[in-house]
């Protein structure tokens, strides 16, 4: 009898008309460049290949600077209500405490666990019109260009698998693989991921307790035997997180013997949440971009989770990547933008490797002498108060993308270019100090996502000045200009000096100059922008 089963059909491709960007991948890298795309317009399809969410809590750590973001999505409300704040970082050695480091306030992060910070974008994501279609993965691309010019071809052809085994080819304007670090996107891209894996696998047991820890600090405990660390988390759950010899398995009563043996006294693990076993990379991509195509997070950069960077470093790439591709799909800017984003990225992720491994193996060393370097270098930190300078770079409040123009910077050398050289200068690159820019509309939640921005700093009426800002900015319309006087920008800035800063829509520093270079902005508003003619 001849059999009545059909072969699976391949639906008709969804025109390239109803969306602008696929994005594949729907963790807080995702729909963060989806909500973002979003709100600046830019139609937008996510897919996952998970069927559900995930329930697991995963990263903890947001720091204040991806706190900007949720707050410039209008999410902070929300955020902060499902978070915890950790206040400070204790550092053990042996059971013995070598330094606490307190943040202040403002470099504080929150702790909640990402199902927790993946509901919130997935509901910010749905109010502006999004939804992540689920059991959904790529396959391949088709049709591909590999000359790396966004200006080769119109597009790639995405071919998709669903749930019920269907395939789908897919045309799609540009592509972001946010898929994670064994990704799709990146294998087609051809990239490379170098690094390494560490020796020691780890594990983690979420649970409440009987007895008592801090319920709003990280605690670091360092031995020989391998390090525990500790977190807490909201609901009166804590995180304990440990080297292992790899090959264990973690239970419960593994982890409660290595908090006896290690960790903080008269404490007992009940009620557990989660548990899980991984190992840990250290790898980034070694191209973050190719054409029309690119990716950000896990799929480009996996780190040891010291410091709790890894959430955090995906959703800036997310931001970096959303306002650039708004930008040329909308005509506003050109194709060029975006080979800024992969060097832009790339450094940050090599920086955020280096360093998380450095943290990493320092809470591994064995040998005494090793030791003994460590506990001093803790020591002198806490008595030199030297966490100072380290706390904003945690925080997110040292990123910078470095000035690769001479017009991005004043000439000569004024004393703004000398103290920006300092630690904790204000550079080119950084983010314009947000003390200034969400009271004057720079940033933050309003109705409209914020665009570029040229700052122009007065001193008294300077009624001239402002009118040469605003003849010159003319041409690029969806510059906006904001005047500050100098007495309140050089307490933020550093700089008093009637002149102007540039400021990119995702609020970092474009240029700076003086009065007597707008022959200076004029060219970055054209190198960023493209050129523009002046009314007749």
């Known amino acids: 009898m001849a059999s009545t089963e059909r072969p699976a059909q391949t639906p008709p491709a969804p025109s390239a008309e109803s969306f602008d960007v696929l994005i594949v991948g729907a963790g807080p890298t995702g729909m963060v460049a989806a ?72 470099l504080t992060p929150l702790c909640l666990p990402q199902n927790e910070t993946e509901r919130i974008l997935r509901d910010r994501l749905a109010q502006l019109g999004g939804k992540v279609e689920r059991g959904v993965r790529l396959l391949t691309f088709d049709s591909m260009d590999f000359s790396g010019r966004v200006e080769a071809s119109d597009g790639v052809t995405a071919v998709l698998e669903h749930a019920d085994g269907r395939l789908e080819r897919c045309r799609a304007p540009f592509v972001i693989g946010t898929d994670g670090a064994g990704s799709a996107v990146r294998a ?49 759950v804590f995180r304990f997180f440990s080297s292992m010899a790899p090959g264990e398995k973690v239970t419960v009563e593994k982890m409660q013997r290595i908090v006896d043996e290690r960790g903080p006294r008269g404490v007992k693990l009940v009620d557990p949440v989660w548990e899980s076993e991984f190992r840990v990379h250290a790898r980034h991509a070694t191209q973050f971009q190719l054409g029309r195509v690119f990716i950000a997070g896990d799929a480009a950069h996996v780190h040891s989770p010291a410091g709790g960077q890894g959430l955090n470093t995906g959703m800036q790439d997310a931001h970096n990547l959303a306002w650039k591709l708004a930008a040329v799909i909308q005509g506003k800017a050109p194709s060029s933008l975006l080979d800024t984003y992969g060097p832009e990225r790339s450094a940050v992720a090599q920086r955020v490797v280096r360093d998380t491994d450095i943290q990493t193996r320092g809470w591994l060393v ?120 100098g007495g309140a920008t050089r307490p933020e800035t550093g700089c008093g000096t009637q002149g102007y800063y540039l400021i990119r829509p995702d609020g970092h520093i474009a240029a700076h100059g003086h009065e007597g270079e707008l022959d200076r902005l004029r060219t970055e508003l054209t190198e960023w922008l493209g050129a523009r003619s002046y009314p007749a």
């Open 366 to 485: 064995k040998g005494a002498m090793a030791v003994r370097a460590r506990d001093a270098a803790f020591r002198v930190a806490e008595r030199s108060r030297l966490f100072r300078l380290y706390a904003p770079v945690m925080a997110g409040r040292r990123l910078s993308y470095p000035a690769v123009r001479d017009t991005q910077l004043p000439g000569g050398l004024p004393g703004c270019k000398v103290r920006g050289r300092l630690p904790g200068g204000l550079t080119v690159g950084m983010v314009f100090p947000r003390a200034l820019a969400a009271p004057n509309g720079i940033a933050g939640p309003g109705p409209r996502p914020a665009s570029w921005t040229v700052v122009t700093v007065c001193r008294g009426e300077a009624a001239s000045w402002r009118e040469q800002v605003r003849a010159l900015s003319a041409p690029w319309q969806e510059v906006r200009v904001v005047e500050l006087a």
């Open 35 to 106: 909500c973002e795309l979003l709100r600046r317009g830019i139609r937008v399809r996510i897919v996952d290949r998970a069927p559900q969410p995930s329930p697991f809590p995963k990263a903890l750590l947001v720091w204040p600077r991806s706190i900007d973001l949720f707050e410039d999505l209008g999410v902070l409300p929300e955020l902060r209500a499902a978070g915890l704040p950790i206040n400070a970082f204790s550092y053990f050695s042996d059971r013995r405490r070598l330094a606490t480091f307190d943040f202040p306030q403002h």
């Open 188 to 236: 087609q891209l051809g990239s490379g991921f170098t690094g390494s894996t560490y020796e020691s696998a780890f594990a983690l047991v979420d649970a409440r307790i009987e007895g008592f820890l801090p319920p709003d600090q990280a605690l670091y405990y360092q031995s020989p035997a391998g390090a525990l660390v500790v977190v807490a988390l909201p609901d009166g």
